[in-house]
């Protein structure tokens, strides 16, 4: 980045330099040079209202368009140096046009401000960002629907406070992903839908002179209408705040996720299978393969949760309009976009390549009586109260327990000796398929059921690719 003194665009009514120190100090352009591209259409689309409305004439707007389009065109190849005197991206962008093309470049900044611009860049960018978050965020639903299909019959033990509790399929438990990210898919929709409004116009805060067309800017730059009042336009991140919530629970979903992965992959659930290609081994214990992706993702959490309460603490107690508070918005609403996309990503790879250990998932289902619900429900069918079938199940549990055997193992005697209603059919309902198998309905384990979800789900994901 070069320093050179470039002049400042507000030097007039200033009679001495800025403090080298706080030059550095107030300078956004070693992160805001990323909205360079969102910052040049923006431009671009302000240009044209500007020739459209007369404010300019189309010599000079056409000349701001070229001399934008060159800059793009040059920053992509590597050619621009951001200097740190000019700030930010707006004012070292302007500054290279007017360089470039000589007067027309001074007029863009007619019937404009800074402050809408960048209410304006972060709305371009982020729209963009969220649907390059979503691409990803479908990639990782259309692998959890895969997966599911394919382990729609695999049994595995159901968890309640980490104790097995009941027989669910593994496409069972896939789905339940699906359903998380369903609703974060809505939430960034929601969002993106809710800052879809264009700033521009709103100037410094109290609106412009000139005689703008704000619906014409609008619609040249994709915006569902002009934002409603000028101060709120320039001041309000609640756009940001909203999007860095919702990244907050997809890393609440993807680090519930990831631990569940981590454990599964343990030597003492030995579940499933993670591919090499996602983990490490250890420098000092050779027999180490590590699973890092899913470590690295529950960890990451903390940064987007904390990049949350930033945002939500910059905007508490500001004053109506603009602070430069705000110019500190950018760089938690950043990490929390790369933060997102880039976990997301790693699932979406990695979800779909894992293999289960069907054997060892039954062989753990099988334990801890897991059907013991089974039964209580079997004895509600021949009659008794729910309440008194628990008990007698209970009774039967605490012989298993001690004699180390489950409930399917036990002599129909001995089964008969908690309640004579039991009949020689109760080893049915004890077995981990009867059990699954009998939660046939809407939103139950049953295989049946799991493969209704999956036709659900890619009606869902038709549905994201028309919208
Ligand atoms: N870099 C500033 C920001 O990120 C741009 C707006 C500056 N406006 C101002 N009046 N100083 O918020």
Not at 405 to 418: A, G, K, N, W
């Amino acid at each position: 980045m070069s320093d050179s003194h470039n002049s400042k665009p507000w030097q007039g009514r200033f009679t001495e330099a800025t403090d080298a120190f706080v030059e550095q100090f107030t300078a956004s352009i070693g992160f805001d040079q990323r909205l360079y591209a969102h910052d040049i259409r923006g431009s671009i689309a302000h240009a044209r209202m500007l020739g459209h409305t007369g404010i300019l004439t189309s010599k000079e707007c056409q000349s701001i368009i070229e001399g934008l389009q060159q800059l793009q065109l040059d920053i992509e190849s590597g050619k621009i140096n951001w200097s740190v005197a000019l700030e930010d991206i707006h004012m070292n962008i302007e500054s290279l046009l007017t360089q470039r093309i000589g007067d027309a470049g001074k007029k863009l900044h007619t019937g404009r401000s800074r402050n809408d611009q960048i209410a304006t860049d972060i709305r371009l960018y982020m729209r963009d960002q969220i649907d390059s978050i979503l691409s990803q965020l479908t990639r990782l639903m259309q692998g959890l629907i895969e997966l599911a299909e394919r382990e729609a019959a695999t049994i595995m033990p159901g968890f309640t406070h980490l104790q097995v509790a009941q027989p669910i399929t593994f496409g069972h438990h896939m789905m339940a992903w699906f359903e998380m990210l369903q609703r974060d898919y809505g939430r960034l929709t929601d969002c993106r839908k809710r800052m879809n409004q264009l700033p521009l116009g709103a100037a410094a805060l109290a609106g412009t002179s000139y005689p703008i067309d704000r619906q014409f800017t609008a619609d040249a730059l994709g915006f569902d209408n002009p934002c409603d009042n000028s101060l709120d336009a320039v001041s309000d991140r609640d756009f940001a705040i909203e999007f860095c919530s919702a990244a907050a629970l997809i890393m609440t979903h993807l680090s519930r996720f990831a631990e569940e992965l981590v454990l599964w992959t343990s030597a003492q659930f030995d579940f499933i299978d993670l591919p090499d290609r996602f983990c490490t081994g250890s420098s000092i214990m050779p027999q180490k393969k590590n699973p890092d992706v899913p470590e690295l993702v529950r960890g990451k959490s903390g940064r987007v949760f904390g990049n949350l309460f930033s945002l939500l603490t910059l905007m508490k107690g500001q004053p109506l309009a603009y602070n430069k508070d705000n110019q500190e918005d950018k760089e938690p609403l950043f990490d929390s976009v790369d933060t997102i996309h880039d976990s997301l990503m790693a699932f979406a790879d990695m979800i779909p390549a894992l293999t289960t250990r069907a054997d060892n998932m039954r062989a753990a289902a099988l334990q801890g009586f897991s059907t013991a619900t089974d039964l209580a429900d079997y004895l509600v069918r021949k009659g008794l109260a729910f309440r008194d079938a628990h008990e007698v199940v209970g009774r039967a549990v605490r012989l298993g327990v001690d004699s180390k055997r489950d409930l399917s193992e036990m002599e129909l005697s001995e089964l008969q000796s908690f309640h004579s209603s039991i009949e020689a059919d109760v080893f049915e309902v004890l077995t981990l398929e009867g059990s699954v198998n009998a939660r046939n309905h809407l939103g139950g384990t049953a295989p049946e059921q799991v493969r209704a979800a999956v036709v659900r789900a890619r009606q869902v994901l038709k549905q994201y690719r028309l919208a």
